[in-house]
């Protein structure tokens, strides 16, 4: 049995209000990025593997996002984060590569404490993963 929607927000609001510190994006209009996690199976696992923890990106370098599927996704979407915020997009639609070439901007604030967020986006399911902390800096 599939849950329905009006279920599945309600549980992705009680999700929110009990744990959204974990940084879970719970101002999200799309409760569906998230309840793949919880509704789903463990095959549809995404893990960001670079940046890895503890990683510098140097301004004004070219540097590749990486991760790993265990199921195949449509789409991916790229986002920078820092806490809870989004900084920026990195990119939307990105074919299922498993890595995007991405410049790291100039004009971006240095600090130790971004991680890239990665939307998968299936036919009927969709998933965030993030990479751990890692540092962007001016060379």
């Known amino acids: 049995m599939v849950p ?5 927000f309600n549980v992705f609001a009680r999700i929110c209000l009990l744990i959204g510190f974990l940084s ?3 101002k999200d209009d799309k409760p569906e990025l998230l309840l793949a996690a919880f509704f789903g199976e463990s095959e549809v696992a995404i893990k960001v593997t670079r940046p890895y923890e503890g990683e510098a990106w140097p301004k004004g370098t070219r540097q590749t996002i990486q991760w790993q599927t ?4 449509n789409r991916f979407d790229i986002f ?3 806490g ?6 990195v990119a939307v639609n990105v074919p299922d ?6 410049d790291v901007p100039m004009n971006i604030v240095s600090d130790p404490e ?8 299936g ?6 993963s993030q990479s751990g902390l890692f540092q962007i800096y001016t060379p």
Request: glycine share 2%; net charge positive.
């Open 97 to 102: 590569s498993s890595r995007f070439a991405w």
């Open 84 to 89: 809870a915020t989004t900084v920026r997009t």
């Open 114 to 121: 971004y991680r890239i967020r990665i939307v998968g986006r």
């Open 80 to 82: 920078l984060y820092k």
């Open 123 to 128: 036919t009927d399911a969709y998933l965030v």
């Open 24 to 26: 879970l994006n719970c």
């Open 4 to 8: 329905s929607s009006s279920f599945k």
């Open 70 to 73: 265990q199921k195949q996704y």
